[in-house]
């Protein structure tokens, strides 16, 4: 990390700082502070603001599992934020939501802003029509900003108007968290050894593949 972690405990002196981190811990549960909060706890607010923005969109959405690490993982490739892909990956994994064929493939497919073409179906990969337009959305959300028309249509006719916010909202989010923890090089996983690292973390199976650049 590019500064230093705060201790843990962070001993703070104000009444309002030590509200703050036990909001965190009450989200974070057995796991105690991570990292990313021992990180962020520089700034009490601004951690106590991200605590709950983030819970919200990690547990108060109506989008299934699948979908939402999906959109998040498929962040994390794209912005080289490999701290953020090991944490969320494996929920991918997890109780079969994802094939591990479908990961391999959310990890290297190039981005339609590269190809100019919808993601590959594959029904059998765990990739079907909602998932390939969640990720089509995403890359461009992502490396674009602007998400051309043809690309929002299908989401239109792909998912209602509360889960297109809420995956929006969930790639925003994600995109933040992975520009904080790269730019800090939160818990030093950035670079080659970074990436190696986190594949094989989350899967023997993603060793040697080659993710999606930008």
């Known amino acids: ?3 230093p972690y705060i201790s843990d405990p962070p001993n703070f002196a104000s009444k309002e700082d030590q509200e703050i981190e036990k909001r965190i811990r009450s989200r974070r549960g057995t796991r105690g502070l991570i990292p990313l909060d021992k ?9 106590d603001g991200w605590n709950s923005f983030l819970g919200a969109i990690r547990t108060s959405t109506t989008l299934s599992a699948s979908l939402r690490e999906t959109a998040i993982s498929r962040v994390a490739v794209l912005n080289k934020a ?3 892909f090991e944490h ?3 929920l991918l994994l997890k109780d079969g939501a994802m094939p591990i064929a479908g990961l391999k493939y959310i990890v290297s497919a190039l981005p339609c ?3 100019h073409s919808p993601h590959t179906l594959d029904e059998s990969i765990g990739i079907d029509a909602q998932h390939a337009a969640l990720l089509a959305y995403t890359d461009y959300s992502t490396l674009a900003v602007e998400v051309p028309d043809d690309v929002f249509a299908t989401m239109k006719e792909t998912f209602n108007d509360r889960e297109i916010v809420e995956i929006t909202a969930t790639i925003g989010a994600y995109n933040c968290v992975s520009r904080f923890l790269v730019a800090l090089d939160v818990c030093e996983s950035n670079g080659e050894k970074g990436m190696e690292a986190s594949l094989k973390h989350v899967s023997e ?3 040697g593949i080659k993710p999606a650049s930008r």
């Open 1 to 3: 990390m590019r500064l």
């Open 39 to 47: 990180s962020l706890l520089h700034s009490p607010p601004v951690a």
């Open 82 to 84: 490999w701290y953020e």
């Open 88 to 90: 969320h990956a494996p």
């Open 113 to 115: 802003t590269k190809t």
């Open 205 to 207: 199976q993603l060793i």
